[in-house]
């Protein structure tokens, strides 16, 4: 029913290289000319991509830790969920939250080009359009997770979620262990951009990193 929207989000997804190229030729001429700092560019968007946006998706984790009922909600319509929290607006429409299980870990990749749920992550890093990431997160997933830090027990199931215009994915992470008596603030800074992507775990000392590795893309 939306195959008109997906095709223009693919068809502007599949051009970003264009896009960037021409953003690059722009702060190059801006430098040159000495209006703006390249580094404080990058903060900016580093800000963007790691704090800002991710905050909005961490408030959802730990309201569903939190808040039985939520959860069950999130479950069941995350499109509407995640509303609730006034969390809406352009490649957010349509969202399904994955929950990680002590079985289960879910993974999110875009396969076709790099659809991201804005709305609750902010700006996708830039691993997450890399070619390697795109293709070998669904061929290795423990591989690729591996390459991240994150090595899971041989045991465990990895669920690999392929995004679309139409349907994007948050990964619900497990809750950490001894954070019974955390409110739902203290709760939201345990949980990373990386572990609603399910590129690293909740609580880990990763945090707050950019969460790229050396080996990807
Ligand atoms: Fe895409």
Redesign the pocket.
Known sequence: MHDHDHDD??HR?NHYSDMQAGVKALETLLTEKGLIDPAAIDAIVETYETKVGPRNGAHVVAKAWSDADFAEWLKRDATAAISSLGYTGRQGEHMRAVFNTSETHNLIV?T????YPWSVLGLPPVWYKAPAYRSRAVIDPRGVLAEFGLTLPEDKKIRVWD???ELRYLVIPERPTGTEGMDEVALAGLVSRDAMIGTAVAGSSKVSAAGSPEALP
């Open positions: 989000e693919h997804d875009c076709l080009c790099s659809c995004s679309t215009a």
